[in-house]
């Protein structure tokens, strides 16, 4: 089986979820407080000793039925592998905030100054549609925020590689107009409406989506 590295930076939830995770998956691994996401996957690429690893983000929750045992064929242990997760605010249910797979190397020498990491590792992208987890990203206020508005301005500027555009046009209405009775579901909604415009509006400035201290100032300027 391939290394299991659980990232986490400021999530509040984040050692309760590891440790769920180590009662399920005892040799998973903990990447920690690595300002950068684009760092916290290189510092993770550096303790795997597996030819390609999987990344648990902290804010998943794994379903019970997921246990890590994919083995890519030959030919695409180069590719990224991407597993759907359900958002608990709006039920959409696709790669935002799912389980990955990653290839060690390619990881390692990632391009980071992409805004989207996940899409900036490998030339080969392949979206699982098994969902892996339930992405709970909505545990407080801000977080909430900080989640939609970054996925918002990923989907507004229309930087994922692969993207349809009927098809995020509609992610973005949902994100944007769906959820407000679900926790903290008004700061979802805030944070997405934030995030589309942001990503209509500042295509050179994208990078800072991976900046959470500048996060924080423009939550807190809203």
Same mark, same amino acid.
């Given at each position: ?38 760092? =916290?996957?290189? @510092?993770?690429? #550096? ?8 990344? !648990? %983000? ?89 989640? =939609?508005?970054? @996925?918002?301005? #990923? ?8 993207? !349809? %555009? ?57």
């Amino acid at each position: 089986m391939y290394d299991i590295i659980f990232i986490s930076y400021q999530e509040p939830n984040a050692e309760h979820r590891y440790s769920i995770l180590k009662q399920r998956f005892p040799y998973a691994k903990r990447i920690h407080s690595v300002k950068g996401i684009h760092q =916290a996957h290189i @510092e993770a690429a #550096k303790i795997s000793v597996t030819d390609m690893f999987w990344v !648990v %983000d902290a804010d998943a929750i794994i379903v019970e039925d997921f246990d890590f045992s994919y083995i890519p064929k030959i030919e695409e242990q180069e590719w990224v592998h991407v597993w759907h997760s359900k958002n608990p605010v709006n039920d959409l249910t696709y790669g935002y905030g799912g389980v990955k797979l990653l290839p060690r190397q390619l990881t390692l020498d990632m391009d980071t100054s992409s805004s989207d990491m996940t899409t900036s590792i490998s030339k080969n992208l392949k979206i699982m549609e098994e969902v892996s987890n339930i992405t709970g990203f909505n545990v407080d206020e801000f977080s909430t925020w900080r989640s =939609a508005f970054r @996925e918002c301005v #990923k989907l507004a500027s229309k930087t994922i590689k692969g993207q !349809v %555009d009927d098809e995020t046009n509609e992610r973005l209405r949902i994100w944007t107009t769906v959820g407000k009775d679900k926790p903290f579901g008004e700061y979802c909604i805030k944070g997405a409406i934030a995030g589309m415009e942001f990503g209509l509006s500042n295509s050179s400035n994208l990078y800072r989506i991976n900046d959470f201290d500048w996060l924080k100032v423009r939550f807190n300027s809203n």
